[in-house]
């Protein structure tokens, strides 16, 4: 059997392998120990004093060829991003020892950042996670670099993704850059070359703008930041276009030539990378979701009861879909104009139509400033609109959820009016009372961001997503169930 515990960090040389690790307070995530002496490492690693261990059973753990090799190919990878990494300063190192005026420098600045940035993106869009990047990502309102990334309207010639052309571009810039370096030649020679790509990376940059703001009405931090470099790089080289500093002849017509054949090149690689790369984090995420451990029902029920509790407390009157009576309650913290609140929302949905007997999910909303008048806010409208004409009809929940949807799919309350418009402009005083229960429970709990997902009063594991609990909640339920009786007999 699997156990789960906490403890404190000296205590880390007494624990038996193999297990798991999460420590408090870390982005470090679970960590896998297999062996003692990688127990005595990761006490010297980790400075988290708190921590949460699960036992594991040697005997129930399956040690096949194919788990082995995906362990060897994760640590291909770890090692194919310490060899950019060292690369990377390497040509830093050489491009600052031959830079000889200003204006190279910046740009080989920009290159090198742009080539990080974009390397982010392209992590991302592969589905590799960085906490740091995530949290930049997802904060404020209307900001969801997944949703764009991953938006079918970011693929180009049907095929090529943004961030295959980004990553490109910018490895593109140094390795030419760097060609030059090591063969003592001018810089000067390529720059023509670098402004043809920087006029047709003009059109591309408005377009990923355009495709934020207007069509997908979502912002991407990081392809902004990418934009801006190459906005910066278009400047500087009509700047120094003007006053001359750029030079090229006509003898170096075959030079560049050649040297932009080399652009389609690196993109066909960038597109063999990433269609390589997904197949094989496709086949990870298989093996990772159907890892016994983690899809434990006992293992996440004791993990649950190690997070951050907030009673229940059915309030009055408030949108909900499944079954009332379910026993398993989940409730969910939400922004109207949250991008990550949409994509849970959706997930919820898909998780109550399969597990309809076993769940009810109560739906909270913070507390926001955006108003519909000077009277009603876009919250109090949306649940005025589902007093009048949702509340206490014979498909309450089904409405609800649709009612939800509707209200994602545009995030905009002046639209959403139109399309659900009150039968009198005018908020109740239970749609009031409705609002203020809503915020005064928040606010007690102490909830700081959205989405947050409670599971029976207690805050759903970090570890965890929507879409995990559709292979835990059947016995999960049952659990619950035996606990209900458990205690009822006590009592």
Request: glycine share 4%.
């Amino acid at each position: 059997m699997h156990s789960i515990k906490r403890i404190n960090r000296e205590e880390i040389e007494s624990l038996e392998s193999p297990c798991l690790i999460l420590p408090e307070r870390s982005a470090k995530g679970l960590i896998s120990v297999l062996t003692s002496s990688n127990l005595r490492k990761l006490k010297s690693e980790i400075a988290s004093q708190s921590l949460i261990v699960i036992s594991v059973n040697p005997s129930l753990i399956n040690s096949t060829d194919q788990q082995k090799s995906d362990f060897f190919q994760e640590k291909i990878k770890n090692g194919a991003e310490g060899l950019l990494k060292i690369t990377l300063i390497v040509l830093l190192g050489l491009f600052l020892f031959s830079i000889d005026s200003i204006f190279d420098f910046f740009w080989v600045m920009t290159s090198i950042f742009g080539a990080v940035v974009s390397y982010l993106i392209f992590s991302k869009d592969l589905g590799f996670k960085f906490d740091v990047i995530d949290k930049f990502c997802n904060s404020g309102k209307k900001a969801s670099c997944d949703e764009i990334l991953q938006s079918e309207k970011s693929i180009v010639f049907g095929f090529l993704k943004f961030s295959d052309l980004i990553i490109s571009l910018f490895v593109f810039q140094l390795v030419i850059l760097g060609l030059f370096v090591l063969s003592d030649r001018s810089i000067n020679e390529v720059w023509p070359l670098f402004m043809g790509i920087a006029l047709l990376s003009i059109p591309a940059v408005l377009y990923s703008v355009y495709l934020q703001y207007a069509v997908l009405k979502t912002w991407c931090k990081l392809c902004l930041i990418v934009s801006a470099i190459l906005i910066l790089q278009f400047g500087m080289l009509i700047g120094n276009f003007f006053v001359e500093t750029i030079y090229w002849g006509v003898e170096d017509l075959l030079g560049t030539i050649l040297l932009a054949i080399s652009y389609p090149i690196i993109l066909s690689l960038t597109f063999l990378v990433r269609s390589r790369t997904q197949e094989f984090n496709t086949f990870y995420q298989r093996a990772v979701h159907s890892e016994r451990i983690k899809n434990s029902p006992k293992v996440f029920y004791d993990l649950l009861k190690q997070q951050n509790k907030a009673h229940y407390s059915p309030l009055y009157h408030e949108l909900v879909i499944g079954n009332p009576n379910a026993p398993i309650k989940l409730i969910i913290v939400s922004n109207l104009y949250c991008a990550p609140c949409k994509v849970q929302h959706e997930e919820v949905s898909r998780l109550v139509e399969s597990n309809k007997e076993y769940l009810s999910v109560s739906m909270r909303f913070v507390k926001i400033n955006k108003q519909f008048n000077k009277d009603i806010s876009s919250t109090q409208y949306l649940l005025q609109y589902w007093w009048d004409n949702i509340h206490n009809t014979e498909k309450e929940s089904s409405l609800t959820e649709q009612l939800i949807h509707s209200w994602f799919s545009e995030m905009n309350v002046e639209s959403f009016a139109s399309s659900h418009p009150l039968k009198e402009l005018k908020l109740s005083n239970e749609v009031k009372a409705m609002a203020e229960l809503q915020e005064k429970w928040i606010e007690e709990i102490g909830v700081s961001k959205t989405p947050t997902i409670f599971i029976n009063d207690y805050e759903l594991p970090s570890l965890y997503t929507i879409a995990d609990l559709h292979r835990i909640l059947p016995d999960l339920a049952e659990y619950y169930f035996l606990e209900n009786q458990h205690s009822n007999l006590k009592s």
